[in-house]
């Protein structure tokens, strides 16, 4: 059973910065594809980034490419999402996902694919 634990979400003007963390344990962590999530009252959540534990590839929605930056630090069992340049359109539920089975392969990162789920964390970009 993996457990995932977010943290770093908070308040910040447009064209600030965040670092969300994501503890992952309870698991042989280096099979798993891990991501994050955005999800915002009445719509579905929307994948942002995904990273292969396997070979440490990466994949960004569009809308966040170049702003965005997703990690992981195999000592602490953490992936990170460092967020840049952030926009009121950035404000949502941060939620890491993994999944044991599933390679990511591309931009589109779908929320069915993924088995395991944290919390999340809460972000809010002001104009």
């Known amino acids: 059973q993996v457990q995932l634990v977010e943290s770093g979400g908070g308040l910040v003007q447009a064209g600030g910065s965040l670092r969300l963390s994501c503890s992952v344990s309870?698991?042989?962590?280096?099979?798993?594809?891990v991501a994050w999530f955005r999800q915002v009252p009445g719509k579905e959540r929307q994948g942002t980034s995904c990273i292969n534990s396997s070979d440490r590839t990466t994949y960004y929605l569009d809308s966040v490419k170049g702003r965005f930056t997703i990690s992981r630090d195999t000592v602490t069992n953490t992936v990170y999402l460092q967020m840049d340049s952030l926009k009121p359109e950035d404000t949502g539920g941060y939620y890491c996902?993994?999944?044991?089975?599933?390679?990511?392969?591309?931009?589109?990162?779908?929320?069915?694919?993924?088995?395991?789920w944290g919390q999340g964390t809460q972000v809010t970009v002001s104009s």
């Open positions: 309870g698991s042989s962590y280096g099979y798993h594809a």
């Open positions: 996902a993994a999944d044991p089975d599933l390679y990511c392969s591309g931009p589109i990162i779908e929320a069915g694919d993924f088995s395991f």
